[in-house]
């Protein structure tokens, strides 16, 4: 067991805040240059469009798509990877039996029960539709910066009040993040200890209780001082616009004629 | 959290769920006063950092989904508030999908706003003891009935999910557990610090009068 996992106040998933600035002078990734909106759309384009695929060839041709963009967005290889491996528990069941419960030609059996071999190939294709749609998150939206979600939202016309509560929650995430963690530290100094026990769980209930209570003293420090600034219910850096760059043009053309390639190669084998 | 990746749910579960959750979201965010948005922000950013909690279960380890909490201290706003915790949870660690958000927003929303009622319900009795028990009967009710919500929408896209569709329920029992004994001592503890933060009318503790008297008051509208 390595230092991190032993630590009891570490979080189960390290926020991996892809959207903190990088540093200065670090190139950025080639898909950094290509404007957040049109990232969002491609996004939801192609996701959709991987959904309707079924057949195999198609969908390793989805999968070696999200992992060109993933290179392009350049993710960290491990962490995407361990990423991937962390299903929910419960699609690991949908999984198992999805070769049992669907009829067809047996490809073994454990216990009586015929896993069929159109039922491994569903169970097979679906993994490959989430994981694919999975990378296209982390790639596309995924590496952009609070900021640019933001503006990215806006042109989109998404409503005011849900980008201003989009930011303001990831704004909030890391610092209540700490004050768990100091919560934690100090229940920890007091020999407490994580264990399946009826104590533990009403400690942690008391201690999110008082994180409430100062998230919402906080959050009247943050009205007062917003107000004191004279906010007017608008971020004006929300609504600044960039013209679409040549490469915007060619991403959004890329990303269009994958999708189009990507039906086709569905139709066609389908109907042959 | 209940994230159903992209690929299981067929398409009108899906329509459903994004139809449903944009209509909640846009009666939330009505009633969602502007300056109260840091107030839900900031507790929202609360429940995403105890959603990561893992409490040991066994030789696994289970997370905490409290949308019962969520339902009882945010009312309406919890659908919004859901829908954000959700899309940050697919952005930064990739769980969960995109085009699934609807239905899995909905499968968190409803019983949140089930709870919701409930609680308001149990404070009309004036007793600690009776809304602490309805705390801990939301934190049951919120996840039981999302892991019911999760397992109908399985069973809804197609009969091969029916089997893994019960097991999900059963799966759900020790986070259930947790949860009552969670949002109970959660809320215990804000009714004898903080009884005002479990008042619905959001914001209007923060209201300073010069915001209503503001001549470009419509800019908050």
Redesign the interface.
Known sequence: MNGRATDPTH???E?????QPSPEGLSKPWMGTIQAHIRLIA??AL??V??TLHHPIALLCALLLSCLAAALAGLNTAQ?LR??AS?????I??L???P???EGETLFSIAGFAASYE?LA?ALS??A??NA???L??AL??T?EAGE?GQAMQRLHV?D??I??????????D???QE?RRLRQAMQTRGFQ???S?H???????L??????K??E???R???A??CRGF???FPSLTQERPLSQADLIFAVVMASCALGLLTLEWARAAS | M???????IS?PVLAGGIVTTLAG??YG?KK?D??A??????????F???A???????P??V?LMLNGLIGI?LGWVAV??I???L??Q??????G???VLGVNTFNLAVPALLCHGLFQLSRRSQHPKIIIATAGACGFLGVGLTAVL?ATS?ALSG??????AQ??VF?HLPIML?ET??????????LR??PE?LETDQGQ??H?D??QEDE?GK???
């Not at chain 2, 948005?37 to 609360?46: D, G, N």
């Open positions: 979080l189960h998933a926020p991996g805040f892809a959207h996004c939801f996701a959709v991987i959904l995407t990423r991937m299903l929910e528990g419960f699609m069941l949908v198992l039996f999805l049992f419960s669907i039922g569903r679906l993994l539709q989430s749609i999975m990378l998150i982390l939206p995924g952009l979600l409503p009040k849900f201003h509560l989009f930011l303001f929650t990831l704004r909030y995430i610092v209540m993040r768990y994580m264990r399946f009826m533990s769980w009403k400690s942690l209930g008391y999110f209780g008082m994180l409430m209570i998230s919402l906080r959050s009247e943050i009205v007062a917003m107000l007017q219910g608008k | 209940a994230h159903i990746p992209d690929g299981v398409w979201c846009a965010l969602l502007p300056v948005i840091p107030r839900t922000a900031v507790l929202s950013a609360t995403f950092v105890a990561l909690v893992h409490f040991p279960v066994g696994t380890s997370h201290v919004p508030a829908l954000v915790g899309l940050l697919a952005l930064l660690f990739g769980f999908g995109i085009i999760v399985l009969k091969e999910f029916a089997s893994a097991l999900v799966a947790i004994v969670f949002t109970a001592a959660a809320i215990a503890l804000l610090v903080k933060a503790e923060l300073l010069h915001v470009q800019a908050y509208v």
